[in-house]
C-alpha cells in the first residue's frame, strides 16, 4: 500500500429519523388496505336490512346468494359484484337528486359575478368580501 494513501475514519451512519405523516398518507394507506381486505364493504354489509340485501345481490346478479351471509363468507368475485353494484345505485341516485334539483349552477358562480361586478364598480374591498366567502367555502 503506498505511505500516501490515508485511511478515513470509520462513521456510522445514523438512521433517518421518521417523518410525520404529512397529507394524512398514512390515513389514506390503511383505508386502502382496508379496502384490500373488503373492511368498507362489511361495514357496509353490516348496517343493511335483509330486503336491503337482497335487493344489492339482485343488482349484482347474485340471486342465489343467502342475504344473511357474511361478507367475508362470499368469494371475491361476488364481493367485487357487489362493490360495483354499490357504484352504481350510488351514480344512480346522485343523478336521480341532480335532476330533481334542477342542475342548478353552483352557489359559488353567483358570488363570483357579484365579485366581477365589484371590480367593475372599482370596488376592491367588496370584491374580496364576496372572494373570501367563497374561499371559506360558505357556498
Known amino acids: ?28 394507506r390503511a383505508e386502502l388496505h ?3 381486505n373488503d373492511q368498507d364493504l362489511a361495514t357496509l354489509w353490516a348496517e343493511l336490512a335483509a ?6 345481490m ?17 368469494p371475491k368475485p361476488s364481493r367485487d359484484a ?3 353494484a354499490i357504484h352504481r345505485m350510488s351514480q344512480y341516485a346522485a343523478q336521480l337528486r341532480d335532476s330533481m334539483n334542477g342542475h342548478r349552477p ?13 371590480l367593475a364598480d372599482g370596488n376592491t374591498e367588496a370584491a374580496l368580501h364576496w372572494l373570501a366567502i367563497i374561499e371559506r367555502g360558505v357556498a
Open 34 to 36: 382496508d379496502r384490500c
Open 58 to 74: 339482485a343488482s349484482a346478479r347474485l340471486v342465489e346468494r343467502d342475504p344473511r351471509l357474511a361478507i367475508h363468507d362470499l
Open 51 to 56: 330486503g336491503e340485501r337482497r335487493a344489492l
Open 106 to 118: 353552483h352557489k359559488s358562480r353567483e358570488l363570483a359575478a357579484h365579485a366581477r361586478q365589484a
Open 1 to 28: 500500500m503506498p505511505s500516501n494513501v490515508s485511511h478515513l475514519p470509520v462513521t456510522h451512519r445514523q438512521t433517518p429519523a421518521v417523518e410525520p405523516d404529512r397529507g394524512e398518507w398514512g390515513a389514506l
Open 82 to 84: 357487489l362493490r360495483a
